[in-house]
């Protein structure tokens, strides 16, 4: 059985760090491209960042990528988001997502509805 189990959240300060882990299993990670999405109160669910399978490749989200990193562990299984200098704007339920497809597209990978497997998220909350 596919699942993802995100861990790593809580409530922060504002200019803290947090880095999110995803912990994979019953799917091959090897071949899954992984990404962080996130969603806020009221908000639609919206792309963070991605990484290929290797490792090599990742693509953010522009309101994003000076302060996040994505990486991941194929020994483990594991994705990691690290969230550099925290604000309020960052509080969201963030999710972990795989999917085996591939696409020449950068925004294919963006789209969440391209994504097959979903943790149960981890909620993030910072305050001012």
């Known amino acids: 059985q596919a699942r993802l189990v995100e861990s790593g959240g809580g409530l922060v300060q504002a200019g803290d760090s947090l880095t999110l882990s995803c912990v994979a299993s019953g799917i091959t990670f090897i071949r899954s491209t992984m990404a962080w999405f996130r969603q806020a109160p009221g908000k639609e669910r919206e792309f963070v960042a991605v990484i290929g399978r290797s490792g090599d490749g990742t693509h953010y989200a522009d309101s994003v990528k000076a302060r996040f990193t994505i990486s991941r562990d194929n020994n483990i299984n594991t994705t990691y988001l690290h969230i550099n200098t925290l604000n309020p704007e960052d509080t969201a339920i963030y999710y972990c997502?795989?999917?085996?497809?591939?696409?020449?597209?950068?925004?294919?990978?963006?789209?969440?509805?391209?994504?097959?497997?979903w943790g149960q998220g981890t909620q993030v909350t910072v305050s001012a």
């Open positions: 997502a795989a999917t085996v497809s591939l696409s020449l597209s950068t925004d294919y990978y963006t789209q969440k509805e391209n994504y097959e497997i």
